[in-house]
Structures are given as structure tokens and as C-alpha cells.
């Protein structure tokens, strides 16, 4: 491979505080993630004690409220700090996600009893969260989750089953969507639950062509007696929260594409500089050329896409559509991205002695988590066209 490394992305960032917290960032990553990623995303290793650190280092909190242990940061930095851990390791990029994710609801639709609580310890105290909506029989179809909660005096008692859970076994704590009312998206109510609550436990976790280091499994829940103090919201607001939560997820994803996206790009392009045939680097070849100027070009609309929905959020302005795009297009541009890369660097592409085999297999994943592409399009269509068979 090419001693030519690649250029640190220049990001327009509104702070010296923001810099600083970049520069911190990619230290991090360079010093505690990069040099183990390859192997232990192979052996399937996840690396609790990498988050362990970026909550001892404040960046597990970045968009919450300083005073419950987070950073105030607007989202426009926050994901370009996932953006950065993602293009190192992207277990630990979407990892910090889902745990944004998460933490979404108590932070947004807690009582401030509730939050003086809990959230300290969410947010800085080392701990990892889950986020459970999905189920085996209810993906995209969210509304018609089974998993039901039961009043019991002061308590709620919770059985079912979610799917798909990222950290799902190896959480400190849940946010989960439960039934409480009638069918349809109005009887659901959302609740953060223990991870050592008595009757929970994790399956073992699904077997994935990519991401290996971080798990993902089912969670079952047989009998699980919260406190109606940790119901967050209303009864029945529960799926409102959900959505309200997965648009500022589905930020976090595209930021991440984008990460996995620039890796890629830099391999490809240090080893179309080294390499050569034909007497010439292949980088001088017009093919090939274009394959990076059109990957380059993609990566930076993509960025440009998210940080401009990311700055509708942080002032306060809707932002549903926006996020719904980003999410289309950085995850479409991952894979695609990632895909041109392997063939760039041709057969070596194809093992596991170049990273790019890698990216391209987690590449896969960012289309289908928190909402699929084509439930992106409908979203993105219900905007623009209204809803179906008006």
C-alpha cells in the first residue's frame, strides 16, 4: 500500500470548541480503535472498553444537555464526530448512534424527575444503551409490534420479544416500545427498562455478513416488571416518540455512511496512486480517474445533504424530509462507494488483506437499518405528494 495518507477532511465547524473536539476525536480514533479494528471486527470482538472510554472522554452524551452529564453540541458537529469514529471503526460509529438513539426519548419527553435520575448515568456514566422497536413479525410495519405491557398496581409488567436489537444482551439499559392500549400506532407506550431487569435476556446474536463486532440479537422479555416512574411520555405516545427518535437516528446513519464512505474512498485512492501497470500508476488512467472524481463528488454531496438537515434540527425547523434524504442517499452512497473501491483495487479488493472487502459488507447494513431505503422513499413521497389512497 501507498505511504500517501490520506488528507483529514476539512469541515466547516462553528466553534473553536467543535475543533477542538474533532481533534480529540481523530486522536482517539487513531490511538484506541484504529490499530485493532480489522482484526477484532474479525474475530467478532466488540469493544465495550472503546466506549467505555468515549464516555470517560464526554462523547457518548454530544447532542444532550450539560447539565445531565451531556455536551451541548448542536447535531451539526455531532455527526461529523460520528462521521469520524464510523470511517475508523464502524461498530463504534453506529455504536454511539444507537446509543444517541437510545437515550433520545428520556432526554426529549422525560419528566425532569426522570431525568435528574437517570440520564447522568446514560449519558456519562459509562453506561450503553438499546434502543427496541423492531420485532420478529413487525420491521418496517412498526406500528403492529406485539410486545405488550400490562398494568399491575404501581408497576407495568412487559413479555414479548424484539428483533434486530443492536447491543441487544449487552445493554446497561433499554428504551422499549410497548403495547399498553388498543391495536395501531396510538396504543403503544414507551419505557426504559434495566438491563438486568429480572426476565430479560438476549438471544445469541444473529450471524451478519458484515459489522461482527457488534451484536446484534434478540431480546426477550418474559415478565419484566418496570415502575410506571420509568414509563417515559404518555400512555399511548409511545410510537410518536419512536418516530420522533429514528428521524434524528436516521441522521446519525447517514453520517455514518458517509464515514464508511470517505474510508473507502481513501484506500482506493492510495492504492490507485501506488499501484501500477502498464508502465504508469493506474491513477493516471481517464477509467479510473472518474471512479474516484464521481466517488469523491458523491461523498461530499452526501456530507452537504446531512449537515443541512442537521442545521434544520438544530434550529428547531422541521426536519423529517431532510433526514429521510440523507439517510437515502449516504447509505445508497456507501454502497456504492464501497463497491467501486473493490474493484479498484481488483483481486486484492477481494481479501481481508485491504479493508475494502470490509466496507463493502457493512456498507449493506445502512440500507436497511432504522427504516429501509425504499421506506425512506415513502416518507420522502408522503412529504412531497401526501399520504396514500387520499
Not at 490499530?35 to 472522554?57: H, I, N, Q, W
Request: contains cysteine.
Amino acid at each position: 500500500m501507498s505511504d500517501r495518507a490520506p488528507q483529514p477532511v476539512e469541515r466547516q465547524l462553528p466553534t473553536d470548541e467543535a475543533r477542538d473536539l474533532i481533534s480529540l476525536v481523530r486522536d482517539i480514533a487513531q490511538r484506541e480503535i484504529a490499530p485493532r479494528a480489522a482484526e477484532e471486527e474479525d474475530a467478532g470482538r466488540f469493544p465495550r472498553e472503546v466506549f467505555t472510554l468515549l464516555s470517560d472522554s464526554g462523547l457518548l452524551g454530544l447532542p444532550y444537555d450539560s447539565e445531565y452529564g451531556g455536551g451541548d453540541q448542536p447535531y451539526e458537529v455531532y455527526l461529523q464526530v460520528l462521521e469520524e469514529l464510523a470511517a475508523v471503526r464502524l461498530t463504534v460509529g453506529l455504536g454511539v448512534s444507537v446509543h444517541t438513539l437510545a437515550s433520545y426519548a428520556l432526554a426529549a419527553y422525560g419528566t425532569k424527575e426522570q431525568q435528574v435520575e437517570h440520564l447522568p448515568a446514560m449519558l456519562g456514566g459509562g453506561l450503553l444503551g438499546a434502543y427496541c422497536l423492531s420485532e420478529p413479525s413487525s420491521g418496517s410495519d412498526a406500528a403492529s409490534l406485539r410486545t405488550r405491557a400490562v398494568r399491575d398496581g404501581d408497576d407495568w409488567v412487559i413479555n414479548g420479544t424484539k428483533a434486530w436489537i443492536t447491543h441487544g444482551g449487552i445493554a446497561d439499559f433499554y428504551t422499549v416500545m410497548a403495547r399498553t392500549g388498543d391495536e395501531g400506532s396510538r396504543g403503544i407506550s414507551a419505557f426504559l427498562v434495566p438491563g438486568d431487569a429480572g426476565g430479560l435476556s438476549g438471544a445469541v446474536p444473529e450471524k451478519k455478513m458484515g459489522m461482527k463486532g457488534s451484536p446484534t440479537a434478540q431480546v426477550h422479555f418474559d415478565g419484566v416488571r418496570v415502575p410506571d416512574e420509568r414509563r417515559i411520555g404518555e400512555e399511548g405516545q409511545g410510537f410518536a416518540i419512536a418516530l420522533s427518535a429514528l428521524d434524528s437516528g436516521r441522521l446519525g446513519i447517514a453520517a455514518c455512511a458517509i464515514g464508511l464512505a470517505q474510508a473507502a474512498l481513501d484506500q482506493a485512492v492510495a492504492y490507485a496512486t501506488e499501484r501500477r501497470q502498464f508502465g504508469h500508476p493506474i491513477s493516471d488512467f481517464q477509467g479510473l480517474r472518474f471512479m474516484i472524481a464521481d466517488m469523491a463528488t458523491q461523498i461530499e454531496a452526501g456530507r452537504a445533504l446531512y449537515l443541512a438537515a442537521a442545521r434544520l434540527r438544530d434550529a428547531g425547523r422541521p426536519f423529517a424530509k431532510q433526514a429521510a434524504m440523507a439517510k437515502l442517499h449516504c447509505t445508497d452512497t456507501a454502497m456504492k462507494v464501497t463497491t467501486d473501491a473493490v474493484q479498484i483495487l481488483g483481486g486484492y479488493g477481494y481479501t481481508a488483506d485491504f479493508p475494502v472487502e470490509r466496507y463493502m459488507r457493512e456498507a449493506k447494513v445502512l440500507q436497511i437499518v432504522e427504516g429501509t431505503n425504499q421506506i425512506q422513499r415513502m416518507v420522502i413521497a408522503r412529504h412531497l405528494a401526501g399520504p396514500e389512497g387520499r
